[in-house]
């Protein structure tokens, strides 16, 4: 993963195992279209608005998600 320097961590998913898990992080620093940053396991990163974000989230919530985890 690339620096991670200046990020504040929200939350880490999986957490079972010592494999590099996907993270949730804020970028304080960020332009605000880019302050919202999700790391995956293989060291790429994804940044979006927290506009952006509560949109996934609330896309989660309503279930419409959840196809992907039973594919």
């Keep these: 993963m690339n ?11 999986c957490g079972n195992c010592n494999c590099g898990c996907p ?7 960020a332009p605000e279209e880019r302050r919202i940053v999700i790391t995956d396991d293989f060291g790429q990163r994804v940044q979006m608005s ?20 039973t594919a």
């Design 3 to 13: 620096d991670l320097t200046g990020l504040q961590e929200v939350a880490t998913f």
């Design 23 to 29: 993270q949730l992080f804020i970028d304080p620093q």
């Design 50 to 69: 927290a506009d952006q974000f509560s949109s996934l989230v609330e896309e989660a919530k309503e279930g419409k998600l959840d196809a992907l985890i």
